[in-house]
């Protein structure tokens, strides 16, 4: 369940940056503006554009290339809200260490000396919220992908790097932005081992550590993040017939999330915080139940738990 609270909450936060490119739907009209080769909308002078017209291949000068219009259409919309789940859900690849098979296979592959179950407590760069929990990360992870879909499926087609990356620009903001809103929920999580989230790696320190939360059974913070979602995703597919703006529209739904999930967060009736371990994870395992049970009302969540049962996966 927390592994699907954090990839609904980067799914709004895509949502958030897909309505930022674009607050009027479909594709700007009017002769002044023509797709370049790579994708990118020029949004020029009409006489500006004359090299433009009947070239297949023609590309924008920087100057009149229209940030607004990048994310014109609705399947770059889809791609910026899906990069922006796939950075919600990334940053927890670091709890693989706790794999059944990490010590047969990824450890023995790169001959680490620590156990899996040492690795995810401990404070090697690759334990649980370690690099991986680190905007460094983000930026690296979104340069990789970048890159490589460059240079596997863009390059073929003439597209310069630059042209690439202009036309990429909200979905790597919205993979960048799932990442950092992951990061910002674990932050409320219990010190544990670690002492919080190392942020600002290679730097040691760690940020957050509250405890203002428990772990898992958050299902409020889910049920906030899906809400988000839903209602961006509403409004990006009906922008195109609304007078009024969109992006506003969508900004004021994403804030309104945000402080709703920080009330939430501060307003727990217990302390979750303690660092290194603790006897009393039953005890802090029941009190969140408790009061998610209180919050929810016993039929939101009977149905809450079902879902969370149902989940294969332990995050
Ligand atoms: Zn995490």
Known sequence: MDILTHTLSGL????????????????????????????????????AIN???????????????SSTY???????????????GLGGALPDIDAISLWSRF??????????????????????????????????AALLIAAIIISADYLIRVRRRSATFGGYIR???????????GFVIHLLEDMATPASAWGGVRFFWPLKTYLGGTGDIWWWNNYDIFLIAAGVFVVCVIVLVLRRFMRFG??????????????????????????????GHTDKYNTFETASKRQQREILGNKVYNAMEWLDRKLPIYF
């Open 51 to 65: 090299g433009l017209i009947g070239s297949t291949n023609a590309r924008c000068s920087r100057r009149y290339i």
């Open 103 to 136: 010590d047969a296979t990824i450890g023995n592959f790169f001959g680490l000396s620590h156990s899996g179950t040492v690795i995810y407590s401990g404070k090697f760069w690759y334990s649980h919220h370690g690099f991986f929990h680190s905007l460094a």
């Open 70 to 84: 990048i994310c014109s259409t609705y399947t770059c919309s889809a791609a910026t809200i899906a990069a922006g």
């Open 167 to 177: 036309r990429r620009q909200p979905a790597i903001i919205g993979f960048v932005s």
């Open 12 to 47: 709004a936060a895509g949502a958030l940056v897909a309505g930022f490119y674009n607050n009027r739907g479909g594709e700007p009209k009017g002769p002044a503006r023509k797709r370049s080769g790579d994708g990118a909308v020029c949004d020029t002078p009409a006489g």
């Open 246 to 275: 969109a992006k506003c529209l969508i900004a004021a739904v994403f804030a309104s999330g945000c402080i709703l999930c920080a009330v939430q967060i501060k307003s727990r009736d217990c302390d979750y915080a303690f660092t």
